[in-house]
């Protein structure tokens, strides 16, 4: 897999585009859901996605895997996507190293290498030790990081990823969300990610879209640099609530 080969070879800075989206439009039976949405992704870098329920995030990521077709515009991708939607769910009935190696058992790959490539893999999602457990014994923020280590094991480089945590109580979000960046920068992965919560948005990304609805349009692209140390100090810097009351004010 790319995104494993590659470990540590992209980070923020890096230049090269891997997504580019240009003038995108989409509309469904006759309601236009998209109007002119362009956006692109650098290698290594966390982009979101933010804006109120209906502006058109998950029809976005879905154009980009193809899963719909724009009506106009173009699509470039330049790597391997991973796209885990809001509704990735595992399944009940298989234990987590099954259903994380489900992707690769569904490509019809070596039922032992693909397990052997999730048992290398599960220490870096904190699952050392449930691997034989089932979903329903396990707590929300686990069951995510299984869905998300089942997204990477089966695709690449760029993880879409559709309000992972939007169900989570808020100290589990917390420590995903820092769960999150440190998987980003092991595996060098780039991100695009969708939420609701203006504050996950600010804290975890590089750059923000913001969004309006009806038809959904960018309203504005912010990059977000607060100078210093790593993300987790944005959290005390008081530049945080400016930004929050900004975007606030976009939406
Ligand atoms: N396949 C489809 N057929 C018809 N309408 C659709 C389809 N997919 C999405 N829509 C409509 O397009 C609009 C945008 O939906 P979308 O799910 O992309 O928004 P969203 O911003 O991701 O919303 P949320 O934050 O609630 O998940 C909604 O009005 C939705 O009902």
Not at 18 to 42: C, M, P
Not at 111 to 117: D, F, H, I, V
């Amino acid at each position: 897999m790319y995104a494993l080969q590659q470990a540590k070879a992209g980070h923020a800075g890096a230049k090269e585009e891997v997504i580019r989206l240009d003038r995108i439009g989409k509309r469904f039976d006759g309601s236009e859901v998209l109007r002119d949405i362009s956006l692109h992704l650098r290698k290594g870098e966390f982009v979101s996605l933010l804006g109120p329920s209906g502006s058109g995030k998950s029809t976005i990521l879905n154009i980009m895997t193809g899963l719909e077709e724009a009506d106009t515009g173009t699509v470039s991708i330049g790597g391997q996507i991973g796209y885990m939607q809001q509704k990735d769910l595992l399944l009940p009935w298989k234990t987590v190293i099954d259903n994380i190696a489900l992707p690769l058992d569904l490509k019809g790959r070596n039922k032992k290498e693909s397990r052997a490539l999730a048992e290398s893999l599960i220490d870096r999602v904190g699952l050392r030790g449930y691997e034989h457990r089932y979903p329903g014994e396990m707590s929300g923020g686990m069951k995510q990081r299984a869905s998300f280590l089942r997204t990477l094991i089966a695709s690449g480089e760029i993880m879409l990823l559709d309000e992972p945590f939007g169900a989570l109580d808020s100290m589990t979000k917390s420590s995903m969300q820092q769960w999150l960046l440190e998987v980003q920068e092991a595996f060098g992965l780039t991100i695009l990610f969708i939420t609701h919560d203006i504050e996950e948005a600010i804290l975890l990304s590089d750059r923000v879209y913001v969004l309006s609805s009806r038809p959904g349009t960018i309203k504005e692209e912010l990059g977000v640099d607060f100078g210093v140390g790593d993300k987790r100090s944005r959290l005390v810097d008081p530049k945080l609530l400016k930004m929050k009351e900004r975007i606030r004010s976009l939406l």
